[in-house]
T-cell receptor, first 115, second 113 residues
Framework: GAGVSQSPSNKVTEKGKDVELRCDPI?????LYWYRQSLGQGLEFLIY????????KSGLPSDRFSAERTGGSVSTLTIQRTQQEDSAVYLC?????????????FGQGTRLTVV | GDSVTQMEGPVTLSEEAFLTINCTYT??????LFWYVQYPGEGLQLLLK?????DKGSNKGFEATYRKETTSFHLEKGSVQVSDSAVYFC????????????FGKGTHLIIQP
């Protein structure tokens, strides 16, 4: 597609359940990022992929969070045993090659609500 | 660690007013600086960027100058329009091969006709 696509756009889940969030980056973009946008917290960096490897996982908030990327394309962010504080908008972004001066293109996000 | 501080707003202005949204940063090394904008119902998109000291980024009438001496990257526009109403995020990329943006908390701008 023309832009970064994320699914689902909205997800309501019960506390304790696992959820998977999907990101389809722009075709040909080697770098992929996950961010979390919480009310009052702003945008937090979670993880960065270059190809299929994740050189920077420093932002993952706990071991309940994991992410993978296969074929240098689609990425999945998994949250296990969800908690109410996980409620947020999860944003995915991709860029052509990564690096500190390249533009990141963002998807519309997945709004996760844990009840 | 790296951080970005910006005025949170909401900032409410009349159409054709002059806009300044302040942004200051703390970083080691030589970061690149960005302003991203999120219009209602849309995803984040890059507005402008500057990659080294004294660079000026500009787009759609907006400007920001990378000031190393004051660690600032203030966003300005001479005459705002209703269509500029959005949330504006200042961000930095740390450089030196590291990646991932550090964002400010965002400034909600409301332009009244």
């Amino acid at each position: 597609g023309a832009g970064v696509s994320q699914s689902p756009s909205n997800k309501v889940t019960e506390k304790g359940k696992d959820v998977e969030l999907r990101c389809d980056p722009i075709s040909g973009h080697t770098a992929l990022y996950w961010y979390r946008q919480s009310l009052g917290q702003g945008l937090e960096f979670l993880i960065y992929f270059q190809g299929n490897s994740a050189p920077d996982k420093s932002g993952l908030p706990s071991d309940r969070f994991s992410a993978e990327r296969t074929g240098g394309s689609v990425s999945t962010l998994t949250i296990q045993r969800t908690q109410q504080e996980d409620s947020a908008v999860y944003l995915c972004a991709s860029s052509p090659r990564g690096g500190d001066d390249t533009e990141a293109f963002f998807g519309q996000g997945t709004r996760l609500t844990v009840v | 660690g790296d951080s970005v501080t910006q005025m949170e707003g909401p900032v409410t202005l009349s159409e054709e007013a002059f806009l300044t949204i302040n942004c200051t940063y703390t970083a080691t090394g030589y970061p690149s600086l960005f302003w991203y904008v999120q219009y209602p119902g849309e995803g984040l998109q890059l507005l402008l960027k500057a990659t080294k000291a004294d660079d000026k980024g500009s787009n759609k009438g907006f400007e920001a100058t990378y000031r190393k001496e004051t660690t600032s990257f203030h966003l300005e526009k001479g005459s705002v329009q209703v269509s500029d109403s959005a949330v504006y995020f200042c961000a930095l990329s740390p450089g030196g091969g590291a990646d991932g943006l550090t964002f400010g908390k965002g400034t909600h701008l409301i332009i009244q006709p």
